[in-house]
């Protein structure tokens, strides 16, 4: 079992920046690819970025490419998402998520994904 927390969200004028923690229990860290994924209303889920287990590989959506970047620390069981030149269209509730893999991939279909934290809300506005 794994239990994951967000934290970092909040309220950022358009081009500021944020970086989202996802803080994992268990000893197992290392096993899992991970994940954020956000939800605006009335749209659904969809992946932002995605790291593999050692961290050598990670994606990208398109709209966030160049602007976000997915990082994680085995040692601190902790994956990250800096945001950089926040958009409008970035705020949604931003999820994290781990995908037990047998291979050093990355995960970039919902449903693989076993644990999902609680979410943290992120808001661009002025």
């Known amino acids: 079992q794994v239990q994951l927390v967000e934290s970092g969200g909040g309220l950022v004028q358009p081009g500021g920046s944020l970086r989202l923690s996802c803080a994992a229990s268990g000893r197992t860290f290392s096993s899992y690819a991970m994940g954020w994924f956000r939800q605006a209303p009335g749209k659904e889920r969809e992946l932002v970025a995605a790291?593999?287990?050692?961290?050598?590989?990670?994606y990208y959506t398109d709209s966030v490419k160049g602007r976000f970047t997915i990082s994680k620390d085995n040692a601190k069981n902790t994956v990250y998402l800096q945001m950089n030149s926040l958009k409008r269209e970035d705020t949604a509730v931003y999820y994290c998520a781990a995908d037990r893999r047998a291979t050093d991939s990355v995960a970039t279909v919902a449903t693989t994904y076993d644990y999902w934290g609680q979410g943290t809300q992120v808001t661009v506005s002025s």
């Open positions: 790291i593999s287990r050692s961290g050598g590989g990670s």
